[in-house]
């Protein structure tokens, strides 16, 4: 898996879009990005991922540079239940992902 | 569905104790794994499985061992118990995929303490 770099935290104001970014200079080509969260110590929750393009899903968008090393999950709208850590991880197969430390997301009234 | 169990939710060890955590899942999934997440740390890889009858170590496999005799158990033992291993631990599965496609679904965690 090829390393990823986010910032500790975060805060956004309720209902403003929330833009966390991820660096993953060394990706390789066949590295797929995924993002995940984890709510207030639960399991972690999928939320997107994407290799080259842009991605969207009823949860969030993400935005891949061109050269693929680094990436920007977005979440238009964000709400109070957003507040969680949420995790980048830059892997092909399975089995082998660490999750880091990730970014905690404070999402404020 | 229930999706991914994990049993106990809690547990309290003496160091020198064994026990076994059991991870279950009702949606036939072919990859499992098992995490641990120290306070206020990312989920550390511990072991995983690919399939039935198969097991891999993961990140930091020591003082752990695994089993997995049925596709739908994945089960996580510690021999002999150490303060250090106290954690949270985090089941999940995966469908196998001929996409590289990484949806894991966790667990709700078993709150493990050694003392």
Known sequence: DAKTTQPPSMDCAEGRAANLPCNHSTISGNEYVYWYRQIHSQGPQYIIHGLKNNETNEMASLIITEDRKSSTLILPHATLRDTAVYYCIASRYAGKSTFGDGTTLTVKP | NAGVTQTPKFRVLKTGQSMTLLCAQDMNHEYMYWYRQDPGMG?????????????????????????????????????????????VYFCASRKLSDRAVYEQYFGPGTRLTVT
Do not use: C, M
């Not at chain 2, 072991?47 to 009858?53: K, L, N, W």
């Not at chain 2, 198969?54 to 005799?69: F, I, Q, W």
């Open chain 2, 43 to 87: 989920l550390r890889l511990i072991h995983y499985s690919v399939g039935e009858g198969t097991t891999a170590k993961g990140e930091v496999p020591d003082g752990y061992n695994v089993s997995r005799l049925k596709k739908q158990n994945f089960l996580l033992g510690l021999e002999s118990a150490a303060p250090s291993q106290t954690s």
